[in-house]
């Protein structure tokens, strides 16, 4: 890497990656692997803590992955603090940074596509469609690059966790997923790179979502029907400040599928809302 010296060892290609790794392996140690797309915060230090539990080494990825933006979307502004992320990174104990470039990840004549169904239809595919397969094809190429034991990612995308344990499991990826409940501010907001966007106002608006998530949640156990919770949940949303609502939908925690009624088995709300410019997302089991 040419940028200027970072507090811990780094990697900015699959080759200086692999090379880290297979003296790892070569000693006979195991590996977590922390993928995220930076501008990290207590939410991802807490997967490198969970790594530090899961195996003696810890990869964490910092890579602003450009195929699930869609041309609208902040690709161009979202947050880039690398030499922090590193500092950060070095503090939590994470034994290598691996920050690809976009050439690295994506070179000239790159032309694979990974196209989902099951936990990826519906809820976030139906507000931004390209997310899922970008998304899949990004930790599809980290998780075969890294070829760590395990791999950590956050409940906050809870739709995103769920994807992810799917594509594994579909395309026979021996990396075990591992999800890690979400960080939350003293205030139950769920911490996220884009809570950065938002003003005073905005954030005190925001902290309202996960009180109307348990709200809902507490409803739905004491036999409220699903779907005037879920009308009334957005409606809440509206009162509380928020610009407008994607959905808020109770579904089947491991499938994602749809309910008619509350099942005897795991469910989970899950809520996306705009703020200004921000879209925030939460959820949380039943
Ligand atoms: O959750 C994220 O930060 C990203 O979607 C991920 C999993 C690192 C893929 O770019």
Redesign the pocket.
Known sequence: MDSPPLPLPHAATPTELRRVVAGWRAAGETVAFV???GALHAGHLRLVEQGRVEARRVVT?V???PT?FAAHEDLETYPRTLEQDARVLAEAGCDLLYAPTAKSMYPEGFATRIAMDGPALGLETDHRPHFFG??AI??AK?LNQVRADVAL??EK?YQ?LRV?FRLAADLDIPTRIVGVPTERDGHGLALS?RNAYLSEAELEIARRLNGRLAAAAARVRSGDPIDAVERETAEALIVDGFASVDYVAIREADTLNPLAEAVDQPMRILAAAWLGRTRLIDNMAL
């Open positions: 993928p995220t797309m990825s890579f602003v992955n699930q970008g998304v990004v930790v980290l990612f956050g995308d995103q992810i790179s």
